[in-house]
C-alpha cells in the first residue's frame, strides 16, 4: 500500500510560483537574446567600418566598401581629413522584439592614407 501525504495548505503553490516566475524568466531570456544580437551586430559593424577605412585610404570608394559588408539597415559615413581616414557604420537592433524601440550599435575605425595612392575620397 501506498502512503497519501494529505492535501494541505501547500496544495497548489508549484502552479502558483511557476505563474509567477515564468513572465520573469521569459523577460531574462528575451533580454539576453537581445544582448547576443546587439554584440553580433556591433562585430559586424567594426568588420564594416575596418574595411570601408581601408578602402577609402587605398583611394577606393570606402561607402561601398562598408555597405557590402554591413549589417542590413547600417548606416556607413566615411570622412577624410588630411592624411587620415575615419569610417563609422551605425545599425539599429530590435531590443526586447519586436514591439520596442530599437537601439543603435556603432563602430568607428581610423586608417591612415596610403602613400602612393590615389586621393582617398569617401
Keep these: 500500500m501506498s502512503r497519501r501525504r494529505p492535501a494541505g495548505r501547500d496544495r497548489g503553490s508549484f502552479t502558483a510560483e511557476l505563474a509567477a516566475g515564468l513572465p520573469a524568466l521569459l523577460l531574462l531570456l528575451l533580454a539576453g537574446?537581445?544582448?547576443?544580437?546587439?554584440?553580433?551586430?556591433?562585430?559586424?559593424?567594426?568588420?564594416?567600418?575596418?574595411?570601408?577605412?581601408?578602402?577609402a585610404s587605398r583611394g577606393e570608394s570606402g561607402t561601398a566598401a562598408g555597405t557590402r559588408i554591413a549589417p542590413p539597415g547600417a548606416v556607413v559615413s566615411v570622412s577624410v581629413n588630411g592624411e587620415r581616414v575615419t569610417a563609422t557604420v551605425r545599425a539599429p537592433v530590435r531590443a526586447l522584439g519586436a514591439r520596442l524601440p530599437r537601439i543603435t550599435v556603432a563602430a568607428t575605425t581610423v586608417a591612415a592614407v596610403e602613400p602612393g595612392s590615389p586621393a582617398a575620397h569617401p
Aim: glycine letters at 0%; one cysteine or more.
Design 33 to 55: 537574446l537581445t544582448a547576443v544580437d546587439a554584440v553580433t551586430t556591433k562585430a559586424a559593424c567594426l568588420d564594416a567600418a575596418r574595411e570601408a577605412a581601408l578602402a
